[in-house]
């Protein structure tokens, strides 16, 4: 690896279709009716991380891409249903829409995918299929959401629409996201 490169701030994940984003758009209106705070998640952004990278080369993240291809076959299994609300934390810092992993052919492609690419589970932590819609900055704003975990007009199931290589850089108006390569089922 070139030391010399510039580092980007990367992940990869799930790039959610168009008509799941407009639901987590519609769900994140139907939480501000309900006076929740916090960070709303532009849903142009929300997907399912696979893996979060950090800081590293723009090289890093293609060599990653090239590892995974033989993948691509296996999206058409993956198939995902939103089931409900949840949160990460005590107090809640994260807000997110859960989704119900069908045949459990997400986590296995992810399970694959990290090894086809060299990486470690992160932090031990299990994966949990979700979309980020709001981070709460504080135990106030953690507070205006009531705990209630059902979801307004759930849609059907979904498939992916790929495998996003992602940059992503922090802005005042939040993290502003870049798909660098996609990797879509043949």
Known sequence: MNTNSPLHRCFIAF?????????????QAELGRRHVRG?????????LTIHFLGDIPLEE???IHDATLPLA????????????LGSFGRP??????E??????????????FRSLAGLSDEKGKEWIAHATLA??????????WDGATELPDPP???????????????????PQHTCERLLAQP
Do not use: M, N, W
Request: hydrophobic letters at 40%; glycine letters at 10%; charged letters at 20%.
């Open 92 to 97: 809640p810092r994260v807000l997110f829409l």
């Open 135 to 144: 981070r709460f900055r504080s135990s106030g704003e953690a507070k205006s």
């Open 61 to 63: 993240l293609f060599r």
């Open 15 to 27: 790039v959610l279709p168009q008509a799941i984003r407009k639901y987590c758009s519609h769900v």
């Open 39 to 47: 960070k709303f998640v532009d849903p142009g952004h929300c997907h």
């Open 156 to 174: 059907a199931s979904f498939r992916p629409a790929g495998i996003g290589f992602f940059t992503s850089v922090l802005s005042d108006k939040g």
């Open 73 to 84: 076959s296996q999206l058409r299994e993956v198939v995902f249903t939103p089931v409900a």
């Open 99 to 112: 989704l119900a992993d069908e045949g459990g052919h997400g986590k296995a492609l992810v399970t694959e």
